[in-house]
Nanobody, 124 residues
Framework: QVQLVESGGGLVQAGGSLRLSCVAS????????IGWFRQAPGKEREGVSC????????YYADSVKGRFAISRDNAKNTVYLQMNVLKPEDTATYFCAVSSDPFACIKPSLVNYWGQGTQVTVSS
């Protein structure tokens, strides 16, 4: 069965950095789009960044462009999200997710599998 296990969340001051990791099992990353989503209290879940399985194309939400970077290590079945210059508005639960649809980052309802989430809190 597919499992996505996130780690790396925590409490950080504004301007700081965190790196999230997602270890995937039960399938190979070669065959899926994988990415990061987040959900803040009272808000809808949104796509933050995704990377495709075909050519490694990446997507970033406008709010994180220039600050976040997604990468993957297929040998380790792991996807990373490097988050720099964090802002209080980045505070949310961050979920790793996999989809067979390359547009899932724009439309989270297209996600096939979700991780359990990791909390990121940015203090001002």
């Amino acid at each position: 069965q597919v499992q996505l296990v996130e780690s790396g969340g925590g409490l950080v001051q504004a301007g700081g950095s965190l790196r999230l990791s997602c270890v995937a099992s039960g399938f190979t990353l070669d065959w899926h789009v994988i990415g990061w989503f987040r959900q803040a209290p009272g808000k809808e879940r949104e796509g933050v960044s995704c990377i495709t399985n075909t050519d490694g194309s990446t997507y970033y939400a406008d709010s994180v462009k220039g600050r976040f970077a997604i990468s993957r290590d297929n040998a380790k079945n792991t996807v990373y999200l490097q988050m720099n210059v964090l802002k209080p508005e980045d505070t949310a639960t961050y979920f790793c997710a996999v989809s067979s649809d390359p547009f899932a980052c724009i439309k989270p309802s297209l996600v096939n599998y979700w991780g359990q989430g990791t909390q990121v809190t940015v203090s001002s």
